[in-house]
């Protein structure tokens, strides 16, 4: 481009015939330049190079002199045949599913709720997404106060209120543990399930509830008939959204467990961030990466199956 | 120090600096000196060296405490106008350093804590120093612990900075009213904390979090149990996992203490929750400042089989990628010279590991630095090979799961017992 502003003349002749099309094609890719280069560099190249460990034995040993061996497959045979894998893929679908199937059902009941207008309305609305703009180093250090077995909030009304007796070490029991930090993470997520089950509503038409209305139909079947359908592919965006942020949540658990007691709250990012930065066993740990993102790939895939078939319906 | 022994000092690493070039140690180390042998000795005269250092101080006594030092040093070698200190939070450091030296760009001197050691030789990223250490000749002069970390195949790869280990803390109030003395041996700890536990006061604070902190915390009774990490699943290491088990059990210790890192042992501490902790020398700062009226004091940690303690501390490393070793080396000497030693360990409030300087009054006579000091001379260094950081997550979970009763003790410690011996260093290997 600046060379053609050098010179006039040429630029007389690019602006006609063939040429024009050409330059205009050019400022067309131009634009897309900097959305490319961005996923390339940031998104595509670790990928890779994530990848490529991955297929290696790198270890502290070969970390920095880059002559790591190629193992092929090696790694993600031992990570898959390693019993701590198993058991962090079944810790990761059961903090998953469950904050999921929580932050859903009351993210919706919020939405329902915020979708009628009462007065200040808009300013709770407001109020309720601060929770999701706290850093999660705050909400999560302020969860792992709440539920400290000595001088937690939690315990003192559970006492109060006579439901538990003694002391209860919620995040250093391994029963509770896991309970811990999913109520947690439900807490952090339903601001998001609600701001947008909430657009969803406001998309449904006035019109269908009225038609409803005059065929005679109550609140529970305009519900059931209206709201539910109209809501599904809404639905389907935020729990697939939901699964993928949630599949990867990594510092609510690091801060509030780290992972413990043993090994009750290891998930999966817990598992990698441990191998790759705790062990320096970078080739196991991309493997255990590689894995983590195949699986979140896999519902994408899913999910753009779904779409496809919605909208042909 | 005198003029005179300062110009032999700067001979001295000159020939370091020729001896480093002409022998090759470590090949990059060679390249460093290769690239920069007219810049290299021209720093010695008239040149300009500009360092680049990383550290981890984040106490404000530590911080200044790094700054006077570093400004001595500068100000009797006028050769080197900057040492540009950059801080990397202690947690980040390791992965910092490995980062960096995939982009190329490490500092020419890193503070790395001593547990990290083995396993940053084992990367590649530590340059050999062994000669210049063997032409010093002073190792001798120092404990043992902090250079049986700084070795790696029989190759040195760092030089202690600062030295700590655990000892025993107590309020000399509660253990007064409830009749107690601060325990000698296994038996007595056990006793002293079931008395001294009341409905507001745990009798025992320390850390059992699962991170590196417990095991730091733990390897000391696994030890004064004459046990060893390669024989784990021994006698001796049930009977310190027990000991831990029974406490948490009985009350004792509060299972808040499976998620307190050390800071979080000594906030317990300083607001009366607990009589007794398990605790490093670092926290008597915000101890004093936190409660100036609370009257403690510290003892040796009690004694199983024999005494024993844990060494922790600050290294000082030089990168292979460093552009001036030989002036990185002079200033790594220069600190750890009995004067200049003595000057940083004061200000921050470090233990030195210097035999002569352990001896002096300041660290005999006062009432807690004399026990620090002592309890330093039976510390052990987790020297335990470039895998250290797995065996002890294996170590986190025994000991975690065995508190929380997942496990028994003796379940818990053959599992971890098939775990580690694999990933111990070949000699270490128990069958």
């Known amino acids: 481009?600046?060379?053609?502003?050098?010179?006039?003349?040429?630029?007389?002749?690019?602006?006609?015939?063939?040429?024009?099309?050409?330059?205009?094609?050019?400022?067309?890719?131009?634009?897309?330049?900097?959305?490319?280069?961005?996923?390339v560099l940031l998104m595509i190249y670790p990928l890779i190079y994530n990848l490529y460990l991955s297929v290696r034995d790198v270890n502290v040993g070969t970390f920095l002199s880059g002559n790591a061996p190629f193992v092929g497959l090696q790694n993600y045979e031992q990570v898959l045949g390693d019993p701590t894998f198993r058991h962090s893929l079944l810790i990761s679908f059961v903090f998953t599913g469950a904050s999921l199937l929580f932050q859903f059902i009351i993210g919706f009941?919020?939405?329902?709720?915020?979708?009628?207008?009462?007065?200040?309305?808009?300013?709770?609305?407001?109020?309720?997404?601060l929770g999701w703009l706290l850093p999660l180093v705050v909400s999560a250090s302020v969860w792992k106060w709440l539920l400290d077995g000595d001088y937690g909030v939690v315990n003192y009304l559970l006492q109060s209120l006579g439901l538990v007796h003694g002391r209860q070490y919620w995040l250093t029991n391994p029963d509770t543990a896991l309970g811990g930090v999913i109520g947690a993470n439900i807490w952090l997520g339903i601001p998001f399930n609600a701001v947008l089950l909430l657009a969803g509503l406001q998309g449904i038409s006035e019109s269908l509830y009225e038609a409803a209305k005059v065929d005679g139909a109550g609140g529970w079947q305009r519900f059931r008939y209206i709201t539910l359908p109209q809501m599904r592919p809404v639905s389907l965006t935020v729990l697939l959204l939901g699964f993928v942020y949630t599949f990867k949540v990594f510092d609510v658990i690091f801060i509030m467990t780290g992972g413990g007691p043993a090994t009750a709250t290891t998930t999966l990012p817990i598992l990698t961030y441990n191998q790759t930065f705790q062990f320096f066993t970078f080739g196991t740990g991309a493997a255990t990466a590689t894995l983590l993102l195949i699986i979140s790939l896999t519902l994408s895939v899913a999910y753009l199956l779904l779409i496809r078939r919605e909208e042909a319906t | 120090?005198?003029?005179?022994?300062?110009?032999?000092?700067?001979?001295?690493?000159?020939?370091?600096?020729?001896?480093?070039?002409?022998?090759?140690?470590a090949g990059v180390g060679l390249m460093g000196t290769a690239g920069c042998g007219g810049e290299g000795s021209s720093s010695q005269s008239n040149g300009k060296v500009k360092l680049q250092w990383w550290d981890y101080w984040s106490i404000p006594s530590?911080?200044?405490?790094?700054?006077?030092?570093?400004?001595?040093?500068?100000?009797?070698?006028?050769?080197?106008?900057?040492?540009?200190?950059?801080y990397v939070p202690f947690a980040n450091m390791d992965q910092k350093l490995l980062q960096g030296a995939i982009a190329g760009k490490v500092p020419d001197i890193a503070q790395i804590d001593d547990a990290?050691?083995?396993?940053?030789?084992?990367?590649?990223?530590?340059?050999?120093?062994?000669?210049?250490?063997?032409?010093?000749?002073?190792?001798?002069?120092?404990?043992?612990?902090?250079?049986?970390?700084?070795?790696?195949?029989?190759?040195?790869?760092?030089v202690p900075w600062t030295s700590n280990c655990l000892v025993l803390w107590y309020d000399k109030d509660a253990l007064k009213k409830a009749g107690v003395k601060p325990p000698k041996d296994w038996g007595e700890l056990k006793e002293a904390a079931r008395k001294l536990t009341t409905s507001k006061r745990s009798g025992l604070a320390l850390s059992a979090i699962h991170s590196e902190e417990g095991t730091f915390q733990w390897l000391p009774f696994l030890w004064q149990s004459g046990a060893d990490i390669p024989n784990i699943d021994s006698p001796g290491g049930r009977a310190a996992l027990q000991l831990w088990v029974d406490m948490f059990r009985d009350g004792s210790i509060s299972h808040g203490a499976l998620n307190w890192t050390q800071p979080d042992v000594a906030e317990q501490f300083i607001h009366r929750r607990t009589a007794m902790m398990i605790n490093g020398p670092w926290e008597i700062p915000s101890v004093k400042e936190g409660a100036p009226d609370l009257n403690w004091g510290v003892a040796l940690l009690p004694k199983g089989k024999q005494r024993a303690s844990i060494y922790g501390g600050e290294n000082l490393m030089i990168t292979t990628g460093s552009k001036y070793p030989g002036t990185d080396w002079d200033l790594i000497r220069w600190i750890k010279e009995p004067e200049n030693d003595k000057f940083f360990q004061k200000l921050t409030g470090n233990l030195p590991s210097r035999k002569s300087e352990l001896s002096e009054d300041y660290w005999q006579k006062d009432p807690v630095r004399s026990v620090f000091a002592q309890q330093l001379l039976v510390a052990k260094p987790r020297a335990y090979g470039p895998k250290y950081a797995q065996i002890s997550n294996v170590i986190q979970d025994a000991m975690q799961s065995a508190i929380t009763g997942q496990n028994s003790v003796a379940v818990a410690l053959s599992q971890a017992q098939k775990e580690i011996t694999p990933l111990l260093p070949e000699p270490m290997r128990k069958k």
Request: charged fraction near 20%; glycine fraction near 10%; aromatic fraction near 10%.
């Open chain 2, 1 to 25: 120090m005198s003029g005179e022994g300062h110009a032999g000092e700067r001979q001295f690493s000159r020939r370091d600096f020729l001896k480093l070039a002409t022998t090759g140690v």
């Open chain 2, 62 to 86: 530590q911080v200044k405490g790094q700054k006077a030092l570093l400004k001595r040093y500068m100000k009797t070698h006028p050769a080197v106008t900057a040492i540009d200190t950059q």
């Open chain 2, 116 to 158: 990290s050691q083995q396993s940053l030789a084992a990367t590649g990223l530590c340059a050999d120093i062994t000669d210049q250490i063997k032409s010093w000749g002073q190792v001798n002069e120092f404990l043992k612990a902090p250079w049986e970390i700084c070795r790696l195949n029989g190759k040195y790869y760092g």
């Open chain 1, 109 to 129: 009941a919020l939405a329902l709720f915020f979708h009628r207008p009462f007065p200040g309305n808009g300013v709770m609305r407001s109020l309720l997404l």
């Open chain 1, 1 to 39: 481009m600046v060379t053609q502003n050098r010179n006039p003349a040429r630029l007389k002749g690019i602006w006609r015939g063939k040429d024009q099309g050409r330059v205009r094609r050019l400022g067309e890719y131009l634009f897309v330049a900097p959305a490319v280069v961005f996923i």
